[in-house]
């Protein structure tokens, strides 16, 4: 078998480009033709550089690697979450009413968007129009789509439900992007509140808490420790401002190496899976998309264990994807998938229980269905609590840095009028 590399149009005079494996020209031809396009080239391969260029990626050292992060950080756009929710929604619609991949890509590269948009579209299409599967196109733009959307796809494929895949990420990012922009809304005044304070306090430490002091000074009057720690915190920045700021780069730098690096990665996200309140709400979210795709496909006919090496690489937290090779490990060995779950400690323990009862009933798919509705409302009731909780507290860290500010201000001026005395 040999590789083919083409170039063709459609109908509509759409431009393709991929690659097709045939035993020689005649038979890729005939493959590309079943595709309803029309051959503008086609050639073999004949080069290791053309197999890099078509889906075989050159092996990478850690270096090359850390440097491609810092790239799609600071060089590629991430594409607008309304667009992305938008893009998987749109999808979800046309896979439920039963069109192919590709024809639903086409209908969306006539709909418009922006010039990046389209030819992230493109290079799907031309992809899939190329043989290759849709989960490998989107993981080769890591800018536009999350690893764990990638991992949902590459199990709907596998599974054969990805038009309920889809529909499922749909609701999801639409419930995720409410509950962020709720929170943004609810931080927008305190946060307002929060720069205008510092800009104040800034103001007035440099123009006019030296005066007072300086006045003080003459009349040989102790300053009180808040405004002594002003006065010294003031000094300090104007003096070593610089090489603050440059050692705080370097400590962003240091430890978004220390990210890159899986070991690390895997301790800094275990360690967000502990935190006090975030930590369930993460575990909540997690679990509850995890369980939707466990049980569609469960429902889709798959058995237990083909579902769980699926869902190994959906979570972009990478201490529960540890987790879940665990379990798929113990669920190989004949343990029950509950019991598993409670072993690793990974799970809320309400979750745990509802899937034991449907396991032991016989019942597993459906109880993997309620008990992403539990964890929904959990997300959704610990969310609305953060959001409600944000607010005040913001404020109260306003109040008190202005408190401290008037105090450090207001405790000089009652010493020299007792002085005065």
Request: charged fraction near 20%; hydrophobic fraction near 50%; include cysteine.
């Amino acid at each position: 078998m040999s590789f083919f590399i083409y170039e063709a149009r459609s109908r509509r005079g759409e431009f393709f480009e991929g690659c097709v494996e045939a035993r020689n020209k005649r038979e890729a031809a005939g493959l590309i033709r079943r595709r309803g396009l029309w051959i503008a080239s086609l050639r073999q391969k004949e080069t290791e550089a053309e197999n890099f260029s078509y889906g075989q990626q050159e092996p990478r050292t850690e270096k090359a690697k850390l440097l491609s992060s810092f790239g799609r950080v600071f060089l590629h756009r991430r594409m607008d979450s309304r667009l992305r929710i938008v893009f998987v929604r749109q999808l979800a619609v046309m896979l439920q009413t039963g069109l192919p991949i590709h024809q639903a890509l086409q209908m969306l590269l006539q709909s418009g968007g922006d010039s990046a948009y389209r030819r992230s579209l493109q290079k799907l299409l031309s992809g899939i129009m190329g043989g290759r599967p849709f989960h490998e196109m989107l993981r080769q733009h890591p800018e536009l789509f999350p690893a764990a959307l990638c991992g949902f796809v590459e199990a709907g494929e596998k599974s054969g439900s990805l038009a309920a895949i889809f529909a499922k990420l749909a609701a999801f990012e639409e419930h995720r992007y409410e509950a962020r922009e709720a929170l943004k809304s609810s931080l927008l005044y305190p946060i307002a509140l929060f720069a205008a304070s510092i800009l104040a306090i800034v103001l007035m430490a440099v123009f006019v808490t030296p005066t007072f002091a300086g006045l003080l000074q003459d009349m040989q009057v102790e300053l009180p420790w808040p405004t002594r720690f002003l006065l010294f915190a003031m000094a300090f920045f104007t003096e070593h401002g610089l090489l603050l700021l440059a050692l705080l780069t370097a400590a962003l730098c240091f430890l978004w190496g220390l990210w890159q690096q899986p070991k690390c990665r895997i301790f800094f996200d275990r360690w967000f899976l502990r935190l006090p309140f975030f930590g369930a709400l993460q575990q909540y979210a997690l679990w509850r998309l995890l369980f939707e795709l466990l049980g569609t496909m469960l429902e889709n006919g798959l058995p237990l264990l083909s579902a769980l090496h699926m869902a190994e690489k959906v979570p972009a937290n990478l201490a529960l994807r540890e987790n879940l090779r665990q379990i798929c490990r113990q669920v190989e060995s004949g343990k029950s998938f509950a019991l598993s779950l409670q072993q690793q400690k990974c799970c809320p323990a309400i979750l745990t229980e509802l899937l034991a009862a449907g396991e032991a009933a016989g019942t597993l798919a459906l109880m993997m269905g309620r008990a992403a509705s539990f964890a929904d409302t959990a997300v959704r009731q610990r969310s609305a609590r953060l959001g409600a909780m944000a607010e005040p507290l913001l404020i109260l860290l306003v109040g008190g840095l202005v408190f401290f500010f008037v105090l450090s201000v207001m405790l000089p001026l009652l010493t020299t009028m007792d002085a005065l005395i």
